[in-house]
Antibody
Framework: EVQLVDSGGGLVQPGGSLRLSCAAS????????MHWVRQAPGKGLEYVSA????????YYANSVKGRFTISRDNSKNTLYLQMGSLRAEDMAVYYC??????????WGLGTLVTVSS | QSALTQPRSVSGSPGQSVTISCTGT?????????VSWYQQYPGKAPKLMIY???KRPSGVPDRFSGSKSGNTASLTISGLQAEDEADYYC??????????FGGGTELTVL
């Protein structure tokens, strides 16, 4: 059974940093691109970042470019999102998602990031 | 990248059909056959319902169907059931390794 378990969310002050993790199981992690998608409270879904199967290709939404870094450790079946210079508008539930057939076929349960002083 | 345009809400009675539209541009919806649709219940993670405009993942009822014309994609739910009441989001590849979602549509089953 495919499982994605996101973790690492919490309360952080504006300007602070946080690292999210997504532990994958039930499939060959190294053969799938992975994405992060977020959802601000009461709002819609927003693409955040993507990474290729071997980690060589990393991509970002304009809203987070230069502040967030996506990475993966295929030996640990884990996806990461290092978030820096956090702003109030980054407050959201962050989901990791498996990317397959040009869509997100499996999603994590999400981890909440709260940015507040 | 601007969000795709979806109606804020739609409604229908059990047994009826409803269609949710998703309008983008020639750079996203109109330029790629990579439109997908997601169902989301409150407090839950989204679930894939349609991919590549018209394809249905295993386990998704055939009451759900997708289509596209020009810059507008559509999700149709026929034989509406109470359990279909949820939020629905479209998503499209927008080129240059960017993806864009719609603002979401709240479906109410009357």
């Amino acid at each position: 059974e495919v499982q994605l378990v996101d973790s690492g969310g919490g309360l952080v002050q504006p300007g602070g940093s946080l690292r999210l993790s997504c532990a994958a199981s039930g499939f060959t992690f190294s053969t799938y691109a992975m994405h992060w998608v977020r959802q601000a409270p009461g709002k819609g879904l927003e693409y955040v970042s993507a990474i290729s199967t071997n980690g060589a290709g990393t991509y970002y939404a304009n809203s987070v470019k230069g502040r967030f870094t996506i990475s993966r450790d295929n030996s640990k079946n884990t996806l990461y999102l290092q978030m820096g210079s956090l702003r109030a508008e980054d407050m959201a539930v962050y989901y990791c998602a498996r990317y397959s057939s040009s869509s997100y076929d499996y999603w994590g349960l999400g981890t909440l990031v709260t940015v507040s002083s | 990248q601007s969000a795709l345009t979806q109606p804020r809400s739609v409604s229908g009675s059990p047994g009826q059909s409803v269609t949710i539209s998703c309008t983008g541009t020639s750079s996203d919806v109109g330029g790629h056959n990579y439109v997908s649709w997601y169902q989301q219940y409150p407090g839950k993670a989204p679930k894939l319902m349609i991919y590549d405009v018209t394809k249905r993942p295993s386990g998704v009822p055939d009451r759900f169907s997708g289509s596209k014309s020009g810059n507008t994609a559509s999700l149709t739910i026929s034989g509406l059931q109470a359990e279909d009441e949820a939020d629905y989001y479209c998503c499209s590849y927008a080129g240059s390794y960017t993806w864009v979602f719609g603002g979401g549509t709240e479906l109410t089953v009357l």
